[in-house]
């Protein structure tokens, strides 16, 4: 039983594909189109998991898509009314695309589907379901769990913003929503938006940004801006947002609640808008551990799985993993909408085909995330000799140590191994690394490497079974979607002048022994490497501690600002030439920047869109 999971046409497309409910392959758009948060059919995702299916789309059972687009031109419709006439100019510009697409999205599909064989009918292959339902089965499906409670947050699906479901084996009900316009995802997009970072794509700048601030608006927010009750469930005051009927996320009320107007990306970063990013998180946090301690207490549940893009906000997980509310937490990789290709699929296998589920009790079924393309050591060299790139051809052993000398020796070090992981995160099949003792390889990597905001934390990839010496933590997290604290015992004490340091001014001082990935708060957001999972990045960290006694690497996505995540052997050369990653890895090819030919380098820090 073969079944391709869809989402497409509003942001971060995606394909999936199950056999027999394993999930054999899984990309988003993005990485073969290069255009970042791509929303158009996804059709090289598509072709790719059929190849690495090996099979032909006549040998497609069924094709899911991840929600109703009726249901949300209703949402469209009742909300103009209900608004009107001020909302009419959103209206207006709405109302084209969705006669002309979404509307009938099902002839669109199978136009689309047609491209890939013309004689099939696809849309008698078609089923659809609901946006909180993909989400909710793309959490509990693959976990390693044979009953838990499901929560998922995001902007808006259809109606639903959150839900609330039960899954018990293949079984899995929604059992509660809260619906538009009152949604947690979209309040922090309306601060993401205030802030002057891009809806949709810069809330995570967001969650970097709230440990630098204090939290001095948090009554504020809870007075003016959303009325939360004992059970967490919530709701929007929209006297103070604008995106029901207008054109932007929030309105002048808004600016003058907190006597800032709306920041422009130019403008510079002050102490205010930090302090708004750390009172928004920690109303989030609250909002977040009060649901969650309702659902353990009405479902009795021991487990809990997340998804929606909420669930991307690790600073809250980890506050939830340590309120104790439940015993373990399990949450999507992909937990934005392109992991709604992958629910979309397994809620058809599973709850409209009926099929049993098997749980892998050890880990998950999303096999570490690693379900894109990879390539075969033939291929990356012919692909690497076609664009000029010089390299020598290592031994894995041989490669595994010098790459951990350079990274020891304070180089930065692009790492392109195996399959392409799915979801936002980079998890060392798509990396660049760094040493996390050096004091200035944050710095650096921002500004040199990734061509970013300076303030822009990064992740520690560290060994499983050396997380707990190092870190407040003792539990998986494969998925870069836990943050604990750095343990006391690796910190280092700041003089009384450096702890009167406020907003930015706090970067530039070592925290711990590990610094390029302490956070000013003494936060990390941990990644947990397992022999099992990733058996070559294990490797290299193993003899990156035998070199230097520190089992932790600087581990950030390989790309700069605005890129999607290299895709190719050639992305992955171009995105080295055009930074300062000074030497690459590609399966058993190594290349040193000063071996390559210097007109091959390029100026790659405008060549995408700023994200």
Request: aromatic fraction near 10%.
């Amino acid at each position: 039983m073969i079944i391709v999971g869809i989402s497409a046409y509003y942001h971060d497309s995606a394909v999936a594909l199950i056999r027999d409910g394993q999930i054999i392959a899984a990309a988003q758009e993005e990485r073969f189109t290069r255009r970042k948060h791509d929303a158009a059919f996804p059709m090289q995702a598509l072709e790719y998991c059929l190849r690495e299916a090996g099979i032909a789309a006549n040998q497609i059972d069924y094709v899911a898509y991840y929600d109703k687009p009726f249901l949300k031109f209703e949402r469209l419709l009742e909300t103009y009314l209900a608004f009107a006439p001020r909302g009419f100019s959103s209206f207006r510009l709405a109302l084209p695309v969705w006669l002309r697409e979404k509307l009938f999205l099902k002839s669109l599909l199978a136009k689309e589907l047609k491209k890939i064989d013309a004689h099939l009918d696809w849309e008698a292959k078609m089923l659809f379901g609901e946006h909180h339902q993909s989400h909710a089965a793309s959490a509990f499906f693959p976990s390693p769990f044979e009953e838990a409670a499901v929560l998922t947050l995001d902007g808006v699906g259809e109606w639903a913003t959150s839900s609330v479901a039960i899954g018990r084996g293949a079984q899995l009900e929604i059992i509660k929503e809260i619906h538009f316009p009152h949604s947690l995802g979209l309040l922090y997009s309306a601060f993401t938006y205030h802030l002057g970072f891009k809806v949709n794509s810069g809330e995570y700048k967001v969650m970097g940004l709230a440990p630098y601030g204090e939290p001095r608006y948090v009554q504020q927010i809870r007075e003016h801006l959303i009325d939360v009750k004992a059970d967490g469930s919530f709701r929007l005051n929209m006297d103070y947002f604008d995106y029901c009927a207008g054109l932007t996320m929030t309105n002048a009320r808004f600016s003058n609640l907190f006597a800032l107007p709306v920041r422009t990306s130019e403008q510079a970063l002050t102490a205010q808008h930090m302090d708004m990013a750390a009172s928004l998180q920690v109303v989030v946090e609250e909002v977040i551990i009060q649901l969650a301690g309702a659902i353990a207490d009405e479902t009795g549940m021991k487990n809990l799985c997340l998804a929606g893009g909420v669930a991307l906000n690790c600073v809250a997980n980890g506050k939830l993993l340590r309120s104790g509310k439940f015993e373990r937490i399990w949450v999507q990789p992909a937990a934005g909408d392109a992991g709604g290709a992958v629910g979309a699929a397994l809620a058809a296998y599973h709850g409209y085909l009926g099929h049993a589920r098997s749980v892998q009790h050890e880990l998950d079924a999303m096999q570490g995330s690693y379900l894109g393309p990879q390539f075969a050591q033939a291929e990356i060299e012919q692909r690497l000799s076609s664009v000029g790139a010089v390299f020598e051809v290592m031994t894995e052993t041989g490669l595994t140590q010098q790459c951990a000398l350079d990274l020891a020796q304070g180089k930065a070090l692009g790492w392109f191994q195996g399959r392409m992981e799915f979801g936002p995160r980079a998890l060392g099949g798509r990396s660049i690394l760094g040493d996390p003792r050096s004091a200035s390889m944050q710095s650096t990597l921002n500004l040199k490497v990734k061509f970013r905001e300076s303030f822009r934390p990064f992740a520690p990839s560290v060994l499983r079974e050396d997380v707990a010496d190092w870190f407040e933590l003792d539990v998986d997290s494969p998925y870069m979607l836990l943050v604990a604290n750095v343990k006391v015992e690796r910190r280092i004490p700041l003089p009384a002048h450096e702890q009167s340091l406020f907003g930015i001014e706090k970067l530039h001082v070592a925290r711990s022994t590990i610094p390029a990935v302490t956070h000013v708060d003494y936060s990390a957001r941990i990644q947990t490497v397992s022999a099992q999972t990733n058996p070559r990045y294990h490797a290299l960290l193993s003899e990156f501690k035998r070199q230097t006694g520190c089992p932790v690497l600087v581990n950030t996505s390989f790309n700069v600002r605005g890129e999607p995540i290299v895709h190719t052997p050639e992305d992955a050369f171009r995105c080295f030439m055009g930074t300062d990653i000074e030497v690459l890895a590609i399966g058993h090819c190594y290349l040193r920047k000063e071996a390559q030919d210097s007109a091959l380098k390029q100026n790659y820090e405008n060549a995408f869109e700023l994200d």
